[in-house]
């Protein structure tokens, strides 16, 4: 196993790309662009207007696209959200980082290694400020917390919104029957689950009122952006919605539990109407990305509790396109050409590299990383620079590859027997209906080769994750 860089060695590395880009410190944050990075969660590829939804209005987020530019191939780094989240921030494939298998949850004594390399760790030596306000799934002791990643502030729960401090017991019926029990009686998240919410290292409320949480983490998001306006800054607002269960403030919550799930993304797309409309009256639009996207697909198990996948095949947990093609939007007024889509193949780890290559720093050599530069996407190119695209299963199992329009998997048999192996057209079948294994075989072949060979080199640099002494 590759050694990992100590923090002292990770920070020295940073001092020398820092001092090579600028010796003064001033001169390298004054022009600087602001980063938001959105992510929700559980939210479904068909579950915005602008991404084809006919249920569900949201108003904000289709301007965002109109006036950027639409992501139809991206892809999350995993089905699930803790394996999500660690690729998401520091641009590597889960499995790189040990993180590629299931979720942690209360009583888990693992999580991100805070050697890692994330977004916020390498804004901020290059003088950003940086938050987190919302979900962070990557460990809740205070070694994994974000203020050990590169965050100067946190305010937020720090798993998932299902799951109970301390040992995780007594949650209450699960099922689309069971949420729809909690949301006729919005108290319910008072007496039926002791999900903790945090201020920074501290459980500050227990159990967080979550009809209100979507709220106050844009709360804070706002006063961030006000307080930081004259300087560079990271804001991460990785909302906790539309995980279930689902919950909205009372005075605009919808009684129907049918509408449960329109009800909370709609709610999300006013409260995001708040931070666009901060940037726009603060005149910081000009100067600011602003990246929105998912962790993975809906969880259809939950029905009008869960989204859509629109028109892909399967949901969360799945390696079927619904389960990692996400929905995606990158909005840069006067950088980023409004109202344009590209079906470019592009991941969220490519986001860490991507940030980078905008604010013309480096990254830290010693420390591998799965994702590519795909600025070039955002100015209107449509040839990706991301040329193949893994697929983990959640047990972190390797499911397939994407190379181009061509997409393989093969999954474990349902019983005895041979592995299933699948052969996809995605330029002419979204929907993963028509396999095509049996006519090109010897694209299978090349296909399954490749796969075995990149996931056997991220395997020879597999780091650890930081493990509770």
Known sequence: MKPLLTT??????????????????????????????????????????????????????????????????????????????AGLLTGSYPRRLSMAKGVLFPTSTTGLHPDEITIADHLKQHGYATACFGKWHLGHHPETLPRAQGFDAYFGIPYSNDMNHPDNEGRPKGGPEGMDVLWKDPGSTLTKWQTPLMDNEKIVELPVDQRTITRRCTDRGVAFIKENRKRPFFLYLPYSMPHIPLYVPDEVRDPDPKRAYINTIEHLDTELGRVFDTLRELDLAKNTYVIFTTDNGPWLTFQHHGGSAGPLRDGKMSTFEGGQRVPAIF??????????????????????????????????????????????????DNKSPREEFLYYAMSGRLDGIRQGDWKLLVLPPKGKGEPETMLFNLAEDIGEKMNLAKEKPELVERLRKRMEELDAAIATGVRPLWEKP
């Open 331 to 380: 909005w840069a007024p006067g950088r980023i050409p409004a109202g344009t889509t590209t079906d470019a193949l592009a991941s969220t780890i490519d986001i860490l590299p991507t940030i980078a290559a905008l604010t013309g720093t480096t990254l830290p050599a010693g420390l591998p990383i799965d994702g590519v530069d795909i600025s070039p996407l955002l100015t209107g």
């Open 8 to 85: 002292l060695t990770a920070s020295l590395l940073f001092s020398v790309a820092h001092a090579e880009h600028s010796a003064d410190p001033a001169d390298e944050t004054r022009e600087k662009p602001n980063f938001i990075l959105i992510f929700t969660d559980d939210q479904g590829y068909g579950d915005l207007g602008c991404f084809g939804s006919k249920t569900i209005r949201t108003p904000n987020l289709d301007r965002l696209a109109a006036e950027g530019r639409k992501f139809t191939s991206f892809m999350s780094a995993s089905t699930v959200c803790t394996p999500s989240r």
